[in-house]
Structures are given as structure tokens and as C-alpha cells.
């Protein structure tokens, strides 16, 4: 089956401590993305990375930090300088392309940081 | 910068009644996507639209996309209990490769 995997689905962090979120896609996409959800809101660009080795701060960068070392994974740290890191999140995939931008999401992972 | 704007933000509907949202780019776009997300889960894509005065249909959802390429609009006829979600617009940013989603507007419906 081809698809975007995230986990875990719930995670729980105490205040202070870096937290590593994953993403996985089998759909050979070049591009992948993070966005943020709050609760009843829209859906906030993290970073996203176009290919391999590279990528871009979104609109909300500040706090975490990416990596994008293999085709297939993208994992989103949210670091302690993030002031509000409760929230879902979510990971997507397209392929990479002018004209056709349509995303896949993976489930998301909900975290609380208490 | 890019914005896209989505009217109503909620809508609270008895189940056969029709449902509109609309979706306002403050830039022309080269085409708009459409998502749905159901409480608890993930956005899932619906549709594209590329062409301008572009309508589709999926069953009882049709989609328009504008003349002039700025905004698009969902229908709902006769909408139904597995309706409920919200529904996101979004449009490709200009000088890259990220999406401009929509703040997304949440259909309740009432059985």
C-alpha cells in the first residue's frame, strides 16, 4: 500500500524537552511539508523541503527544526524555544511540479506538552 | 503577501439542505485544490480545478472555479450526516512550491 505514515498518533512531553516527529511516504514524492493545527483553525506551513537535502522555512519555522536526508522521510523536531507546542500535526507529500500541487496527509500526530 | 480567504467559517445545516463555501485568492491561480477533513482526522483531497469557469462534479459535490481565476466555490446539495467536516481550499504560493490553504469552513449537520 502506498501512502504517508506519521507516529506515533498521540505523544506526551514535559515542558523543556525536544521531541522528534515522524514522517514516512512510500508514494516516490519528491516534495514533503509540515503543517501545524490548532484547534479550529486552518492549517500553518512549518517547513517544507522540495528534495533531498534541501529545504524551506514556512510560515511558523520558529521552534523547529527539519531534516531531509532520504527521499521517503522528513522528521520535524519541536524544540524546547517553541513557546505553544501543543497541537496537531500533520505531515503531507506531492509530487514535485508546477502545475499539480495536490498533497497527500499522512494521520497526524496530536502532541501535548505540559 | 498570498492570502486565501474562505467564507463562511462555519455552517450549522439540517441534513437535505444545500451548503456553500467560497474561496478568495488575493492573487490570480494557476489552479485550486479542494480538501476535506473529518472531525478527528486528516485533510483528504478532493479535487483540482485548472481551468477558468472550470465546474466539476463528484456526485453531489460541485466544485466552480472563477472566470478570472481568483475564487472557487463548493456546493453540497442535499447534504447528508457523512457531509460533516471541514472543507479547505487551497492554491499553489507563488515562487515556490508550497500551498496556501484556506482557513477551511466547518459544515455541521443536524439529523
Known amino acids: 500500500d502506498g501512502g504517508i505514515t506519521q507516529s506515533p498518533k498521540y505523544l506526551f512531553r514535559k515542558e523543556g524537552q525536544n521531541v522528534t516527529l515522524s514522517c514516512e511516504q512510500n508514494?516516490?514524492?519528491?516534495?514533503m511539508y509540515w503543517y501545524r493545527q490548532d484547534p479550529g483553525q486552518g492549517l500553518r506551513l512549518i517547513y517544507y523541503s522540495q528534495i533531498v537535502n534541501d529545504f524551506q522555512k514556512g510560515d511558523i519555522a520558529e521552534g523547529y527544526s527539519v531534516s531531509r536526508e532520504k527521499k521517503e522521510s522528513f522528521p520535524l523536531t519541536v524544540t524546547s524555544a517553541q513557546k505553544n507546542p501543543t497541537a496537531f500535526y500533520l505531515c503531507?507529500?506531492?509530487?514535485?511540479?508546477?502545475?499539480?500541487?495536490?498533497?497527500?496527509f499522512g494521520p497526524g500526530t496530536r502532541l501535548t506538552v505540559t | 503577501g498570498q492570502q486565501v480567504m474562505q467564507i463562511p467559517q462555519y455552517q450549522h445545516v439540517q441534513e437535505g439542505e444545500d451548503f456553500t463555501t467560497y474561496c478568495n485568492s488575493s492573487t490570480t491561480l494557476s489552479n485550486i485544490q479542494w480538501y476535506k477533513q473529518r472531525p478527528g482526522g486528516h485533510p483528504v483531497f478532493l479535487i483540482q480545478?485548472?481551468?477558468?469557469?472550470e465546474v466539476k462534479k463528484q456526485k453531489r459535490l460541485t466544485f466552480q472555479f472563477g472566470e478570472a481565476k481568483k475564487n472557487s466555490s463548493l456546493h453540497i446539495t442535499a447534504t447528508q450526516t457523512t457531509d460533516v467536516g471541514t472543507y479547505f481550499c487551497?492554491?499553489?504560493?507563488?515562487?515556490?512550491?508550497?500551498?496556501?490553504f484556506g482557513a477551511g469552513t466547518r459544515l455541521f449537520v443536524k439529523a
Open positions: 508514494l516516490n514524492h519528491d516534495a
Open positions: 480545478l485548472v481551468k477558468s469557469g
Open positions: 487551497a492554491g499553489p504560493g507563488t515562487g515556490g512550491f508550497k500551498t496556501i
Open positions: 503531507a507529500s506531492s509530487s514535485a511540479g508546477l502545475i499539480s500541487h495536490e498533497q497527500y
